[in-house]
């Protein structure tokens, strides 16, 4: 549970999303489970789409999300860089989030995201350029 | 900017784990977080309520798929060869080590080998752990191939006693779940007799995965994956 309320904090910044979100992904995973092999990727797959399809949603009415963290709960290098990653387009930020947090290969983002590996390859490199042009001085 | 284009690398996943570790489940998750502004008020317990109904329910029907893994038993002498055992991590301040045994370091593809966790516990005092099914499993992982293992959810006692215990473990040299619905594109089919199919022949990892932290992770044991064996 911890797993997937982490996962959906980093993809939406917001702990109450997180907790609704790995809620859903459980909620399917229920309704689903006699098809699904293999839970941990259906949850992760729910996730980040749920996650995904509330930042369009969001994206057209309000500015990107900060993590609104208590100084002392995140250090504050941390805090800067990930007030950088939270900006990224959804899906740069997707990738961002399962390479580095999750550890998947380019081939296994690629089958949670639903898209081709060049696609994931090109979305890395992206969002990689766009945060160090925001983080270089 | 506390740190540079350079680093950004090495920087992201340590970054992305320290906000992921913000919120733990010992303490409530909003703790620490301002709330949201006109937000909804969290609903850890509704998630937990629903966690353990799912939990409950597969535990009842029995459709967790990994009823490969066998139980624990202490002491259990599974005939292996000492060979492939790795040297115990140093002991930490609790004084519980453990080691994985594996009778081969060379696997055929889709095979399996029983090998064995051995816990030394030198505490002086057994230990009183939480688990289900098993306390252990070892599964082969590679750079581009990281098992996920799963555990049921429910909650067994488990006694880990003094001195030296060993736990069997079946290691397999395919991947651990797949998909009946072959439209699941995040999964591997299943083959006609319903098991995952084979690993590819390469070399792996033998790693120990627990169903909670009870001993420090010890080091992983190269086992490499051959060729599939032709069935006559």
């Known amino acids: 549970v911890l797993w997937a309320v982490r996962l959906g904090l980093l993809l939406t910044s917001d702990v109450g999303l997180a907790e609704d979100h790995a809620q859903e992904a459980f909620l399917g995973l229920h309704r689903h489970f006699a098809e699904v092999q ?11 789409n749920l996650a995904n399809r ?6 057209r009415r309000e500015a990107a999300h900060r993590l609104t963290a208590e100084t002392g709960t995140v250090s504050d290098a941390a805090h800067e860089l990930f007030d950088v990653v939270a900006p990224l387009p959804v899906k740069q930020r997707s990738v961002i989030v399962l390479r580095y947090y999750e550890g998947l290969s380019e081939t296994e983002i690629a089958a949670t995201l639903g898209c081709p590996a060049g696609t994931v390859k090109s979305l890395a490199s992206r969002a990689l350029r766009q945060l160090r042009k925001q983080i270089e001085p | 900017m506390s740190f540079d284009a350079e680093t950004l690398d090495e920087r992201l996943g340590d970054v992305l784990r320290e906000v992921a570790d913000s919120i733990s489940l010992a303490t409530d998750p909003v703790v620490g977080l301002r709330p949201r502004a006109g937000g909804r008020p969290a609903s850890r317990h509704t998630v937990l309520t629903l966690v353990a109904a799912v939990a409950a329910a597969l535990v009842v029907t029995g459709v967790w798929a990994d009823s490969r893994r066998s139980a624990p038993r202490v002491d259990v002498s599974a005939g292996l060869s000492p060979a492939s055992t790795v040297p115990p991590q140093p002991k930490t301040k609790g004084l519980v080590a453990a080691r994985l045994d594996l009778p081969s370091r060379t696997i055929a593809a889709g095979s399996s080998m029983v090998g064995r966790v051995v816990v030394d516990n030198d505490t002086r005092h057994a230990l009183h752990v939480g688990g289900c099914g098993s306390l252990f499993a070892v599964a082969l992982a590679s750079d581009t191939y990281h098992p996920d293992v799963l555990w049921r959810l429910c909650l067994q006692p488990f006694t880990i006693p003094t001195g030296q215990s060993s736990y069997p473990v079946t290691i397999e040299a395919r991947y651990l779940w797949c998909s009946a619905n072959a439209s699941q594109a995040v999964l591997r089919a299943c083959r006609a007799s319903g098991q995952p199919p084979a690993l590819p022949p390469g070399n792996y990892q033998a790693r120990l995965y627990q169903s909670s932290t009870i001993v420090a992770t010890p080091p992983s044991v190269p086992v490499r994956v051959t060729r599939q064996r032709s069935t006559p």
């Open chain 1, 54 to 59: 509330r930042r369009r949603r969001d994206a």
């Open chain 1, 38 to 48: 293999h839970p941990r990727a259906y949850l992760r797959v729910t996730i980040v």
